[in-house]
């Protein structure tokens, strides 16, 4: 369903992030994501960030046009949608540790919200740290980790997530951030024997299932995903390895 929304409220998240909040009174389920389209530029994909009844936000890093034409809106402008679209995460285990990894923690925000579990929020440096106070409000634990030491645990997420699971144990993961981080969260969870849920990144067009660009081995992102558990995961030969671009390319990630 496509919708035009009025933004309601404008949040400096970071340098580079900003948080946008309107009024939808659209289900929207914890993982799920929506279509934005920006006249002229393109239509992108971004996960709701903020999932009450009546409002809805989504937090928006500022990486190249899209993003940044969305920055330069102003309470009161407009935003086109679509959606929502996705499956979201299966919030039914008893005991979850939430991670969410740079700008993935918008993704991860609503599940916080909504369960009140132990949370990482993991990020380069303390300047790109994004949403940790609704975290903070939310969650039993909030644990910060920052590659250069600046704020919290001095090392990754995947690092600080080891040394939490060697003191208490959770029924399952749940994640989002850049693939590399979801690559090696995969990897610790299978050498742990840990249950996990992942939210995966691929270009996307039209969100629906109907376009093909999204697809990884026989799986489309949009619909069968974005969220996939580790028994899923297990079967993608493309998780990890490789992605494509806007033209369909095949591109490495290492
Ligand atoms: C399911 C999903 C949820 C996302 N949630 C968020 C979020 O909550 N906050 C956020 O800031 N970003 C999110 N993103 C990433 C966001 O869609 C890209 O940052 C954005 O599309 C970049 O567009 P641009 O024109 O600003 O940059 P460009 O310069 O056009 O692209 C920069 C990079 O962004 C990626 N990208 C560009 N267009 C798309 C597209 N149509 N689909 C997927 N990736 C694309 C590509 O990797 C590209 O290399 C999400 C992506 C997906 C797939
Ligand atoms: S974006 Fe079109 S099938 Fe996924």
Redesign the pocket.
């Known amino acids: 369903m496509s919708e035009v929304v009025t933004i309601k409220s404008i949040t400096d998240e970071a340098y580079d992030?900003k948080t946008f909040r309107f009024d939808w009174d659209a289900e929207v389920k914890p993982g799920q994501?929506i279509?934005i389209w920006?006249p002229g530029?393109?239509?992108?994909?971004?996960?709701?960030?903020g999932i009450s009844d009546t409002e809805k936000s989504?937090?928006?890093?500022?990486?190249?046009?899209?993003?940044?034409?969305?920055h330069e809106l102003k309470v009161g402008d407009k935003l086109s949608i679509r959606g929502p679209?996705?499956n979201g995460f299966d919030l039914s285990s008893r005991n979850i540790l939430i991670i969410g990894g740079g700008?993935?923690t918008?993704?991860i925000m609503p599940a916080v919200v909504q369960t009140g579990a132990d949370t990482i929020i993991a990020a380069r440096s303390d300047r790109d740290v994004i949403m940790d106070s609704i975290a903070g409000s939310k969650a039993s634990n909030v644990w910060i980790a920052t590659d250069d030491g600046s704020r919290g645990f001095h090392g990754n997420a995947v690092q600080l997530m080891k040394e939490k699971l060697a003191l208490k144990k959770y029924d399952c993961i749940i994640a989002?951030g850049p693939e590399v981080m979801l690559y090696f969260t995969f990897k610790a969870c299978q050498e742990l024997g840990q249950k996990c849920q992942l939210?995966?990144?691929?270009?996307?067009?039209c969100?629906a299932g109907v376009c093909g660009?999204?697809v990884m081995d026989d799986q489309r992102?949009?619909r069968d995903?974005?969220v996939f558990t580790n028994d899923q995961i297990e079967k993608l030969t493309e998780f990890g390895v490789s992605?494509r671009?806007?033209c369909g390319r095949i591109?490495k990630f290492r």
């Open positions: 992030t994501f279509m920006i530029v393109d239509e992108i994909p971004m996960s709701v960030s989504v937090t928006v890093k500022a990486i190249g046009d899209a993003t940044k034409k969305i679209f996705g700008v993935g918008a993704a989002c939210s995966l990144e691929r270009y996307m067009k969100g660009c999204c992102v949009c995903g974005p992605k671009d806007e591109v």
